[in-house]
């Protein structure tokens, strides 16, 4: 099994920055990528950001320029450093790792922007 415990998230005011950080533990084998999802009140669950064990990576349109995905192989960690934060970016977000079918969550973190 694997278990991943998220931390970073809290109330910021709009234009301000967040950094999350995702710590994995258990089972874990490479090559996998881990990634960021959100979901905001009454909507469904979106892809935000992932990276590979390689490095490879890709950002959901509307945090392209404003977000920044980045891992640590060696302390199984994946961050996202989240810059001019506007409302719309108000979610729980989760961490997420995936190798092969099988796929991992935290249990979430709250982001809320607002003046």
């Known amino acids: 099994q694997v278990q991943l415990v998220e931390s970073g998230g809290g109330l910021v005011q709009p234009g301000k920055s967040l950094r999350l950080s995702c710590a994995a533990s258990?089972?874990?084998?490479?090559?996998?990528?881990m990634g960021w999802y959100r979901q905001a009140p009454g909507k469904q669950r979106e892809l935000v950001a992932y990276?590979?064990?390689?490095?490879?990576?890709n950002y959901v349109n509307s945090v392209k320029g404003r977000f920044t995905i980045s891992r640590d192989n060696a302390k199984n960690t994946v961050y996202l450093q989240m810059n001019s934060l506007k409302p719309e970016d108000t979610a729980v977000y989760y961490c997420?790792?995936?190798?092969?079918?099988?796929?991992?969550w935290g249990q979430g973190t709250q982001v809320t922007v607002s003046s």
């Open positions: 997420n790792l995936a190798r092969g079918f099988s796929t991992y």
């Open positions: 258990g089972s874990i084998i490479s090559p996998n990528t």
């Open positions: 990276i590979t064990s390689g490095g490879f990576i």
